[in-house]
């Protein structure tokens, strides 16, 4: 926190980029009214979703960027001799709060978007929003954590790993649905990412009233499982490149 | 001369050896590519009689634009230079016989080539490829497929002028990352890389299209969709010599007067 203005800059930085995105989305619904049956505010709404969940997991999860270098110069080793648990400590050497930018821009749409979006806002709404959230957060650290885990194995061609995370943010601007059904199958079953985005969306705006859509998001926890489980076989796999 | 055509491939061979992260960006570029042109597919389908660009025109812009991505975007800065001028080794440039200006510029043209390069041809490949309404498809003309190479190469003399400017005033005031990647979102989103420049709302457009960022990538993207053809192609390669010529001046400007006053951090 010493540098104040390069700090504040960074967050404006990134306010901008997904203001641009913001800015890209008004400009096409001021030409078309809907998409796929979803208004602006509904668009609106999924996109403070994604935007909210992905900028509380990166401030942590961007730590695990630097992985690859941290395994390829031996920096690694030191986390493993210390008695701490080797993710907190990974985290907590890079934990980035210029992240806020989106955080606050996610806010401010939630903000326009929630009284305009059509969606009546009782006890189980509310509460499919947070599950909504909070469910996205952990998905996408499990992406972050994946990214990590799969660094073990090869640090060539890593980059794939982006399309579902920054991608996942990218395209999750507008409901899942919109891009077809395979796509949506694919971030139904194989990356959740659907199952914290479209599914309760779908329950928000009453399209389906049963109570499956609106816990849909804790179906997504499961990723959580193969995430963890590739983790820890890299982990125990980990044979040193030597410093 | 000579010495810039060694510079360049100097800096060309150098990152054509970042080969497998390369392969790596193709699919992910792919992928976004992919992605991209569904999306404006789905809002195609909600009112096609609203779409200002034949959806054609956008399957071809989305394509090319990422093949090309490390030429056309911005924010592919060249952080050696940020760290040239932030570290003081800039006074070991500054003492060899070669244009400083000249020098950035054709390191940054090799650079931003070679990785075009390198993912270009797979892109390409896989994008003539993929079945229609997705599939890429070549310039109705021999003529229309010059004028883009044309407006390309001028596109990428913009862009890096752009950037030249940044790097110069970096002198001034030494500007945090934030600064940056305001400078490049901004000329990024009104050359058309987040959403093509037709689909701006009238007076946005009207105004966008004359700025030198629609000079980017906007022109070259248009033309070789054929969504800009003959003599509005034209018209459009002038005005980005335009640009170039104002933006080449006046990052040579600013960099004369930065070196009359150079401040060397460190020693």
């Known amino acids: 926190m010493e540098y104040k203005t390069s700090f504040f800059f960074t967050i404006l ?3 901008t980029v997904s203001f641009t995105s913001l800015l890209g989305i008004w400009f096409l619904f001021s030409r078309f009214r809907e998409v796929e049956g979803f208004s602006f505010p509904q668009v609106l709404l999924c996109f403070a979703t994604v935007l909210m969940a992905f900028s509380v997991a990166e401030c942590f999860g961007r730590a695990f960027d630097t992985f690859p270098q941290m395994l390829s110069n031996g920096a690694f080793d030191r986390v493993l001799v210390r008695p701490k648990n080797v993710i907190s400590q990974v985290l907590m ?39 909504m959230v909070v469910c996205g957060c952990i998905i996408f650290f499990c992406l972050f954590l994946t990214y990590a885990a799969i660094s073990f194995f090869t640090i060539e061609g890593l980059e794939f790993m982006n399309v579902l995370t920054d991608g996942g943010r990218e395209f999750g601007r507008y409901p899942y649905s ?7 199958k694919f971030l139904t079953y194989v990356v959740p990412l659907a199952l914290f985005q479209y599914y309760p969306l779908l329950y928000l705006l009453g399209r389906e009233p049963s109570l499956w859509y609106m816990f849909a998001p804790l179906g997504g926890l499961l990723f959580a499982i193969p995430s963890y489980c590739l983790w820890r076989w890299g982990l125990t796999s980990y044979v040193s490149t030597g410093s | 001369m000579r010495k810039y055509y060694a510079l360049f491939r100097l800096r060309f061979i150098h990152s054509l050896q970042y080969r497998a992260a390369a392969a ?21 389908k909600a009112n096609p009689s609203n779409f200002p660009m034949e959806f054609s025109h956008v399957v071809a812009y989305i394509w090319i ?3 090309f991505l490390a030429v056309f975007m911005v924010w592919f800065y060249e952080n050696e230079i940020f760290e040239a001028i932030s570290s003081g080794a800039i006074a070991y440039t500054l003492v060899r016989p070669i244009d400083l200006y000249n020098r ?19 892109i390409l490949l896989v994008a003539f490829l993929v079945p229609p309404p997705l599939r890429l498809s070549l310039p109705n003309s021999g003529t229309q497929l010059l004028l883009f190479i044309i407006s390309f190469v001028l596109g990428l003399g913009v862009v890096i002028a752009y950037t030249m400017i940044v790097y110069v005033t970096t002198f001034y005031t030494l500007s945090p990352v934030g600064v940056r990647i305001i400078a490049a979102m901004l000329a990024d989103f009104l050359a058309g890389a987040i959403i093509p ?4 709302p009238m007076g946005v457009r009207n105004a966008a299209e004359l700025l030198p960022f629609a000079a980017m990538q906007n022109m070259p993207l248009r033309i070789y969709s054929g969504n800009i053809a003959g003599v509005e192609a034209i018209k459009g390669i002038g005005l980005q010599i335009f640009w170039l010529l104002v933006l080449v001046t006046l990052g040579r400007l600013i960099l004369r007067r930065a070196l009359g006053k150079v401040v060397v951090q460190g020693g």
Do not use: H
């Open chain 1, 93 to 131: 050497a890079k934990i980035d709060f210029t992240r806020f930018g989106r955080l606050l821009q996610a806010v401010l749409v939630f903000i326009y978007a929630l009284p305009r979006s059509g969606v009546v806002w009782t006890w189980d709404k509310v509460c499919t929003l947070i599950l």
């Open chain 1, 178 to 184: 919109i891009y077809g059904e395979d796509v949506l």
């Open chain 1, 13 to 15: 930085g990134q306010f």
């Open chain 2, 104 to 122: 950035w510029f054709a390191q940054s043209v090799a650079n931003r080539v070679a990785k075009a390069l390198l993912r270009s041809v797979p």
């Open chain 2, 65 to 67: 634009q990422q093949t």
């Open chain 2, 197 to 200: 420049l037709p689909f701006f």
């Open chain 2, 24 to 44: 790596a960006g193709v699919v992910t570029q792919f992928a976004w590519g992919f992605m991209e042109i569904l999306a404006f597919l789905a809002f195609y």
